[in-house]
């Protein structure tokens, strides 16, 4: 075990020697330090408070204290604390069934409760230090519960005695070669990587390259159909992470979906950008991304205008371009809008917005970009996955590096750690337009000098929010929805960022929420809108394209992809979703 926690360290010193990287006291420390200042303020500042909490406290540990040694006598007693039925932390039969386990359960799950207390019931915080101060605690208590270490989890403590502590060596060989594949830094693995290859068992829809620049593969894709719909439909992914979260598998692919239904579809298939591209804008990318896409796909088609789709912050930039065509040419080339969790107010932003709400984090970024010229995906990789810690973190370490076990093959996870990189000019100017200064929401987002305007933008819009996304919340996707100037169809899924939209019919899954548009009214709520809906079984996918086929269900004969003009350049996926950061 010592040999191989001897690589493992080398593995994360050797970049640090050759200077490839900079180990600086992060920004974050920072703040988590000032957040929980400010909580701990309101519980010292007065002494009968603090006397009460720490009062309140005690009694709590020396009600544990007693009830554990009346067990130790053999007495029944009920316990002081009982976890989540669903903590699978706690699983193991003998956290409950051994006192010493059960001892350190339960202290901690009081520990938790205090924690808790601690942030909701401090007063006068304002709304952004409490997300914030509750989003670091939770981190802290997480990281600190009894299961993840071996001398204080049942099932680590017997895996080691019988295994002769072989499970270590496993985990630390595992270890070693995770901080390898990160250069230096630990890229926790998720899955079974080896089981998975794209365009092998992932992104296999059939389609051709049609287009190419520096910054996105414009992908056409083979129709299934004898005819399809005149109006094609343009999809812009996220730029964050890689297209093919739309086409999985043939089981869950959004974009076989679309075909199956008679569509033309393309999509954009993003680059995964180095050093060369680090002055590449915001604008950059919607010119050479979803407006030179426009153009193409029109020319293909011979079509009038297209049916758009944006993802995550890929419906930002589409909402973006938009608003850009309404205020300098005509938006007419866009027949719909269709935006799956995509924010244009940044209020209320998900839990990105604790890494980016002041000007200090935000230039903390910007001089890590300023470096290497764009920000290691990496990094956003690791952000996402300590957003959903109990379920993207801990489990894996334990698994890997304690139990010394193998992950599954997932190729949701696959793709989760598939992650890319973001130039640092485009990156910078969507962090502070968005999530700083909530600029686009307002209407103070340039773009080559022309002002934004969401009100002007008339194209109609089905836009989807999910009802538990920690990323882009349903309540801000719904207070969004509400700003824009058209007709909207708003719609509320089950699950959470991704399984609410990548939900096939055929499975069944969660439930979707149908209403009224938006009101956009003070005190109205998504919750609100909730029950004043209608809810059905299901997925959401058949009624998205009920949507679409209201527009114009003229059908034409199939369409090959490509042209003479735009000739295929390569099978899909393309290469630009091949490369790997």
Same mark, same amino acid.
């Given at each position: 075990?010592?040999?191989?926690?001897?690589?493992?360290?080398?593995?994360?010193?050797?970049?640090?020697?050759?200077?490839?990287? =900079?180990? #600086?006291?992060?920004?974050?420390?920072?703040?988590?330090?000032?957040?929980?200042?400010?909580?701990?303020?309101?519980?010292?500042?007065?002494?009968?408070?603090?006397?009460?909490?720490?009062?309140?406290?005690?009694?709590?540990?020396?009600?544990?204290?007693?009830?554990?040694?009346?067990?130790?006598?053999?007495?029944?007693?009920?316990?002081?604390?009982? +976890?989540?039925?669903?903590?699978?932390?706690?699983?193991?039969?003998?956290?409950?069934?051994?006192?010493?386990?059960?001892?350190?359960?339960?202290?901690?799950?009081?520990?938790?409760?205090?924690?808790? =207390?601690?942030?909701?019931? !401090?007063?006068?915080?304002?709304?952004?230090?409490?997300?914030?101060?509750?989003?670091?605690?939770?981190?802290?208590?997480?990281?600190?519960?009894?299961?993840?270490?071996?001398?204080? *989890?049942?099932?680590? @403590?017997?895996?080691?005695?019988?295994?002769?502590?072989?499970?270590?060596?496993?985990?630390?060989?595992?270890?070693?070669?995770?901080?390898?594949?990160?250069?230096?830094?630990?890229? $926790?693995?998720?899955?079974?990587?080896?089981?998975?290859?794209?365009?092998?068992?992932? !992104? $296999?829809?059939?389609?051709?390259?049609?287009?190419?620049?520096?910054?996105?593969?414009? %992908?056409?894709?083979? +129709?299934?159909?004898?005819?399809?719909?005149?109006?094609?439909?343009?999809?812009?992914?996220?730029?964050?992470?890689?297209?093919?979260?739309?086409?999985?598998?043939?089981?869950?692919?959004?974009?076989?979906?679309?075909?199956? *239904?008679?569509?033309?579809?393309?999509?954009?298939?993003?680059? *995964?950008?180095?050093?060369?591209?680090?002055?590449?804008?915001?604008?950059?990318?919607?010119?050479?991304?979803?407006?030179?896409?426009?153009?193409?796909?029109?020319? $293909?088609?011979?079509?009038?205008?297209?049916?758009?789709?944006?993802?995550?912050?890929?419906?930002?930039?589409?909402?973006?371009?938009? !608003?850009? @065509?309404?205020?300098?040419?005509?938006? /007419?080339?866009?027949?719909?809008?269709?935006?799956?969790?995509?924010?244009?107010?940044?209020?209320?932003?998900?839990?990105?917005?604790?890494?980016?709400?002041?000007?200090?984090?935000?230039?903390?970024?910007?001089?890590?970009?300023?470096?290497?010229?764009?920000?290691?995906?990496?990094?956003?990789?690791? &952000?996402?996955?300590?957003?959903?810690?109990?379920?993207?973190?801990?489990?894996? $370490? %334990?698994?890997?590096?304690?139990?010394?076990?193998?992950?599954?093959?997932?190729?949701?996870?696959?793709?989760?750690?598939?992650?890319?990189?973001?130039?640092?000019?485009?990156?910078?100017?969507?962090?502070?337009?968005?999530?700083?200064?909530?600029?686009?929401?307002?209407?103070?987002?340039?773009?080559?000098?022309?002002?934004?305007?969401?009100?002007?933008?008339?194209?109609?819009?089905?836009?989807?929010?999910?009802? /538990?996304? =920690?990323?882009?919340?349903?309540?801000?996707?719904?207070?969004?929805?509400?700003?824009?100037?058209?007709?909207?169809?708003?719609?509320?899924?089950?699950?959470?960022? &991704?399984?609410?939209?990548?939900?096939?019919?055929?499975?069944?899954?969660?439930?979707?929420?149908?209403?009224?548009?938006?009101?956009? #009214?003070?005190?109205?709520?998504?919750?609100?809108?909730?029950?004043?809906?209608?809810?059905?079984?299901?997925?959401?996918?058949?009624?998205?394209?009920?949507? %679409?086929?209201?527009?114009?269900?003229?059908?034409?004969?199939?369409?090959?992809?490509?042209?003479?003009?735009?000739?295929?350049?390569?099978?899909?996926?393309?290469?630009?979703?091949?490369?790997?950061?």
């Amino acid at each position: 075990m010592m040999e191989q926690g001897g690589r493992a360290l080398a593995a994360f010193m050797k970049p640090r020697e050759e200077g490839k990287i =900079h180990d #600086e006291p992060p920004q974050q420390v920072v703040d988590i330090v000032t957040t929980f200042g400010r909580v701990m303020e309101y519980w010292m500042r007065d002494a009968t408070r603090a006397i009460e909490l720490q009062t309140s406290i005690g009694h709590a540990y020396l009600d544990l204290w007693a009830t554990t040694m009346r067990r130790l006598a053999g007495e029944t007693s009920p316990p002081i604390a009982t +976890p989540d039925p669903r903590d699978r932390r706690f699983s193991d039969p003998e956290w409950s069934t051994n006192t010493y386990f059960d001892f350190l359960k339960q202290a901690y799950l009081l520990t938790s409760r205090v924690a808790t =207390h601690l942030v909701e019931d !401090a007063e006068g915080l304002d709304p952004l230090t409490r997300r914030k101060a509750d989003f670091y605690m939770k981190q802290v208590v997480n990281a600190l519960a009894p299961s993840n270490f071996v001398l204080t *989890n049942p099932e680590l @403590l017997r895996l080691t005695l019988r295994s002769n502590a072989d499970n270590l060596v496993r985990g630390m060989k595992m270890l070693a070669e995770d901080i390898e594949a990160g250069h230096g830094e630990l890229k $926790i693995r998720q899955s079974d990587n080896s089981q998975f290859e794209v365009g092998r068992n992932l !992104a $296999i829809t059939p389609g051709k390259v049609v287009y190419q620049n520096e910054l996105m593969q414009l %992908i056409q894709y083979t +129709p299934t159909t004898g005819t399809v719909l005149k109006t094609p439909l343009l999809i812009v992914p996220p730029w964050i992470n890689k297209y093919y979260i739309l086409d999985l598998n043939p089981e869950k692919s959004f974009i076989k979906y679309a075909v199956d *239904n008679g569509l033309t579809v393309f999509t954009i298939s993003w680059v *995964n950008p180095d050093e060369h591209l680090a002055r590449k804008t915001f604008a950059d990318y919607m010119r050479q991304g979803p407006l030179e896409a426009l153009d193409v796909v029109l020319k $293909i088609t011979g079509a009038p205008s297209a049916h758009t789709l944006g993802y995550c912050v890929g419906g930002t930039m589409l909402s973006v371009a938009m !608003a850009y @065509l309404s205020a300098t040419s005509t938006a /007419e080339r866009i027949r719909s809008a269709t935006m799956f969790t995509a924010q244009v107010d940044f209020e209320k932003g998900g839990d990105l917005k604790l890494f980016t709400s002041d000007e200090s984090q935000i230039e903390a970024i910007e001089r890590r970009m300023a470096e290497i010229g764009y920000l290691e995906g990496g990094k956003m990789a690791m &952000i996402f996955n300590f957003m959903r810690s109990n379920d993207l973190v801990w489990p894996y $370490i %334990i698994s890997n590096y304690l139990k010394g076990e193998q992950p599954f093959p997932f190729d949701l996870l696959y793709w989760n750690s598939d992650s890319t990189r973001m130039p640092a000019a485009n990156h910078s100017y969507y962090l502070r337009n968005c999530y700083l200064e909530n600029n686009l929401s307002q209407g103070r987002m340039e773009i080559d000098g022309v002002t934004l305007d969401l009100r002007k933008i008339l194209v109609p819009i089905y836009t989807v929010a999910t009802r /538990e996304d =920690h990323i882009a919340p349903a309540e801000s996707v719904y207070i969004g929805a509400a700003m824009f100037g058209g007709d909207v169809e708003f719609v509320c899924a089950g699950s959470g960022h &991704i399984a609410g939209i990548i939900n096939p019919p055929a499975g069944k899954k969660y439930q979707y929420w149908t209403g009224a548009r938006p009101s956009g #009214e003070a005190g109205d709520s998504v919750e609100a809108w909730i029950k004043r809906s209608a809810e059905h079984p299901g997925s959401w996918w058949p009624h998205w394209l009920d949507w %679409i086929r209201r527009f114009d269900p003229t059908e034409v004969p199939a369409r090959v992809p490509g042209t003479a003009e735009f000739p295929a350049i390569e099978e899909a996926p393309g290469s630009y979703v091949k490369v790997r950061s």
